[in-house]
């Protein structure tokens, strides 16, 4: 698009089907650099990739030309079944359905890629569910609770 300039970026959370802890430590980052093929893929920029066992946050800047909904698509739907061939689970694998997105100003991306790096410490302080709804709230998001992520209390 000639004379389109845009810098939107953007905050992206999904989880495991069924929240369960299926992501593991041993190859997480091999599943991360996947993602981030995905996403270069469809000519986006991967900021920072991070997140615990159910659930990961991906930070991306994206161009006008994609739909977040078709790009999230594509992530989830490659890399299911990426981990699938691979077969890094008993059983398959799937991401739950929906996803969050949420936009940052460039003066805000230290302290996203941060809070995305450290997710691992953030969890032992704070619920997956707790750390969703908080963001939902933040961002002034209406939400109807029985189309939210299954949660595991």
Known sequence: MANTYTQLYIHIVFSVKGRQNLI???WEDELYKYICGIVNGKEQKVYAIGGVADHIHILISIKPTIAISDLVRDIKANS???INEKRLVFGKFQWQEGFGAFSYAQTQLDIIIA???NQEKHHQQKTFKDEYLDMLQKFNVEYDEK???E???
């Open 80 to 82: 299911s079944k990426w």
């Open 24 to 26: 593991q430590k041993k």
């Open 147 to 149: 189309f939210l992520f």
């Open 115 to 117: 809070y995305i790096n």
């Open 151 to 153: 949660w595991i209390e």
